[in-house]
Nanobody, 124 residues
Framework: QVQLVESGGGLVQAGGSLRLSCAAS????????MGWFRQAPGKEREFVAA????????VYADSVKGRFTISRDNAKNTVYLQMNSLKPEDTAVYYC?????????????????WGQGTQVTVSS
């Protein structure tokens, strides 16, 4: 019921910032919890951040707390990931995902829909 398209990735120096966007084409965006995940080559896809359907609840991986901020604009059918103080270890393909469950899962296999991913590369 929702299709996701990511944008905003690129190359940035350590300490810099990027904002990722995930635009949804479905008509039920506001009914989904949204999450961001990342995956480096040869590694498991890992949880980064998630936001509830109401946008009042957010969850972050310990590795990004204080540096990343997830937000959503239901009127624009878009979820964002503001990434500050980027580190080389943040380098990965970043994916947005949608979940129709009432909870906010952090496991990737729970999510129903996924974007195509956008590459984030942080140089040192």
């Amino acid at each position: 019921q929702v299709q996701l398209v990511e944008s905003g990735g690129g190359l940035v120096q350590a300490g810099g910032s990027l904002r990722l966007s995930c635009a949804a084409s479905g008509r039920t965006f506001s009914s989904y919890a949204m999450g961001w995940f990342r995956q480096a080559p040869g590694k498991e896809r890992e949880f980064v951040a998630a936001i509830s359907r109401s946008s009042g609840i957010t969850v972050y991986a310990d590795s990004v707390k204080g540096r990343f901020t997830i937000s959503r604009d239901n009127a624009k059918n878009t979820v964002y990931l503001q990434m500050n103080s980027l580190k080389p270890e943040d380098t990965a393909v970043y994916y947005c995902a949608a979940d129709d469950e009432a909870s906010i899962p952090t496991m990737p296999n729970v999510y129903d829909y996924w974007g195509q991913g956008t590459q984030v590369t942080v140089s040192s």
